[in-house]
């Protein structure tokens, strides 16, 4: 159905037939074709992440910058080198609504990206980009981006609605004198384990205000679709921010976290922001014993060692 689709050499036959077997025929295509439409059309999400951060000036005191990462089943969202080089827009379709804090269900962004990343074997694409609003006031303020559907492979949620969604406000803080910047995670999109092993799942947390920091599992419709808890048997420390999981079921596992940011006391202990977390876990039986450590070379850096990159 894409361009990227190769087919093998058509083959022609003449055929003599009467009305009613060509009825029949006629069916038997538009049959085929709707079931292929509706594959192209299906499950296709892989996660995602939304950020943001205050980007006002005297013109436009209330003008936010978003940056989201999303991924994609590769087979629908293509991506290689070239279209990594060129910078194309891709993207599933659909777009980042403002909830709360416009008016209408305004939209203030497509969902298109830039692919940074993908995978042949395992049919996924992942990439990301960044948008301005300008708000009418302070807020607080909710953008979403939800549809339909999750991948069809997840062992919870497959084929279930997706919803991406952050909240804040734009009221300086007494404390620092500044709006609130929320926290931001570098997790993995994708992360792999051994069947029959029981392992710690570090969540890589930072916030620019030096806030304190927790993660939830993500709850309600809103913020997690289809896959709220998906990840069965699962426990979570909220700070620093550790899954707990005896990886028992093989497949891909859909994991929807919200990270919240939080000042110091005295002040009041109300979540200033929500920012979601949507990622994979992949469990294979890799036929290896689980008391067997990961040996990490020189020079692999610490856990929580943060570098910077410069654009481009």
């Known amino acids: 159905?894409?361009?990227?689709?190769?087919?093998?050499?058509a083959k022609f036959y003449r055929v003599t037939t009467n009305s009613s077997e060509m009825k029949r025929c006629y069916c038997l295509v538009c049959i085929f074709a709707l079931c292929v439409i509706s594959q192209v059309g299906g499950s296709h999400f892989?996660?995602?992440?939304?950020t943001w951060t205050p980007n006002g000036n005297t013109t436009h005191p209330y003008k936010v910058l978003f940056t989201f990462k999303l991924g994609w089943r590769r087979s629908i969202t293509y991506c290689d080198d070239s279209v990594i080089t060129s910078k194309r827009l891709l993207g599933g379709g659909g777009s980042w609504q403002c909830i709360t804090g416009c008016s209408n269900n305004q939209t203030v962004s497509s969902a298109k990206m830039y692919c940074t990343s993908y995978s042949e074997i395992e049919d996924w694409s992942q990439g990301e980009r960044s948008f301005t609003h300008i708000f009418n006031n302070n807020g607080p303020f909710t953008i979403r981006f939800a549809r339909c559907c999750w991948i069809s492979s997840l062992v919870v949620g497959g084929g279930g609605e997706w919803s991406v969604q952050t909240s804040g406000s734009l009221v300086?803080?007494?404390d620092t004198g500044k709006i609130n910047t929320p926290p931001?995670?570098?997790?993995?999109?994708i992360i792999r384990l051994q069947l029959?092993?029981?392992y710690f799942v570090n969540i890589n947390m930072n916030d620019a205000d030096g806030d304190e920091v927790r993660c939830r599992w993500a709850s309600g419709t809103d913020e997690c679709g289809d896959i709220c808890n998906a990840l069965i048997g699962a426990t979570l420390q909220q700070s620093p921010c550790v899954i707990r999981y005896f990886a028992n079921t093989t497949g891909w596992h859909a994991v929807s976290l919200t990270?919240?940011?939080?000042?110091?006391p005295p002040?009041?202990?109300?979540?200033l922001s929500q920012v979601p977390l949507q990622f994979l876990i992949r469990v294979d039986d890799v036929g290896q014993n689980c008391e067997v450590p990961l040996h990490f070379v020189v020079p692999t850096p610490a856990d929580g060692d943060c570098f910077a990159v410069a654009p481009g």
């Not at 002040?267 to 979540?271: E, K, P, T, V």
């Open 1 to 9: 159905p894409n361009g990227n689709t190769t087919h093998p050499p």
């Open 46 to 50: 892989r996660g995602g992440t939304i």
């Open 172 to 174: 300086v803080r007494k």
């Open 184 to 189: 931001v995670s570098a997790t993995s999109p």
């Open 196 to 198: 029959g092993c029981f």
């Open 259 to 264: 990270l919240e940011d939080f000042p110091p």
């Open 267 to 271: 002040q009041l202990h109300a979540a």
